[in-house]
């Protein structure tokens, strides 16, 4: 799986939009950008994901660069539940369907 | 519907003893994972199942650490001699389809095991 760099932390003000970057250089074209988030004493919840297109849902927006080196998480009007560890994972399509977790990034959400 | 359910929850065991954690999957997903996250730590990959497949046992740390899934869905994760370096949240998560590569993976809110 690609290798991938987030920064280990961030701020964002309770109403404003959470922007978080993801770098995956070497990602390759059979593979995916996937965003989960981790909550205080619960397990990883999934977010949203996608290959080339942006894509939104419910929970956030993804924006990958036309090169797909790079993407981003906006979470649009963050609130203090979004506060949690942000990871970005991209993922091989071949036989094994796990997950490689990185050291993702800390959002804080303040008042 | 139902998430993936972990128990116990919680676990508090002596070293040397033998522990089972138990994961019920979300019905109809066909893989199945174990992870664990110890303090302040990313995740790391245990083991996977799929379907009738022999499982991908690669991240087991040791012989101490074994798997099983009975039926294609409940899963449970036993650690013999437990060790104090054993303590950790130990994650189940489960998806629909190995060969669909976009199926997320659901997770359950994890067995905290401590050994002492």
């Known amino acids: 799986d690609a290798k991938t760099t987030q920064p280990p932390s961030m701020d964002c003000a309770e109403g404003r939009a959470a922007n978080l970057p993801c770098n995956h250089s070497t990602i390759s074209g059979n593979e995916y950008v996937y965003w989960y988030r981790q909550i205080h004493s619960q397990g990883p919840q999934y977010i949203i994901h996608?290959?080339?297109n942006n894509e939104t849902n419910e929970m956030a927006s993804l924006i990958i660069t036309e090169d797909r080196k790079s993407s981003t998480l906006i979470l649009p009007h963050a609130t203090l539940r979004d506060t949690a560890v942000y990871y970005c994972?991209?993922?091989?399509?071949?036989?094994?369907?796990?997950?490689?977790f990185g050291g993702g990034t800390r959002l804080m959400v303040k008042p | 519907g139902a998430g993936v359910s972990q128990s116990p929850s919680n676990k508090v065991t002596e070293k040397g003893k033998d522990v089972e954690l138990r994961c019920d999957p979300i019905s109809g997903h066909t893989a199945l994972y174990w992870y664990r996250q110890s303090l302040g730590q990313g995740l790391e990959f245990l083991i996977y199942?799929?379907?009738?497949?022999?499982?991908?046992k690669s991240g087991l740390p040791s012989d101490r650490f074994s798997a099983e899934r009975t039926g294609g869905s409940v899963s449970t994760l036993t650690i013999q001699r437990t060790q104090q370096e054993d303590s950790a949240v130990y994650l189940c998560?489960?998806?629909?389809?190995?060969?669909?590569?976009?199926?997320?993976?659901?997770f359950g809110n994890g067995t905290r095991l401590t050994v002492t």
């Open positions: 996608g290959l080339k």
């Open positions: 998560a489960s998806s629909l389809f190995q060969s669909s590569y976009n199926s997320p993976l659901h």
């Open positions: 199942f799929q379907g009738n497949s022999a499982p991908d």
């Open positions: 994972i991209v993922r091989v399509i071949y036989a094994g369907n796990m997950l490689t």
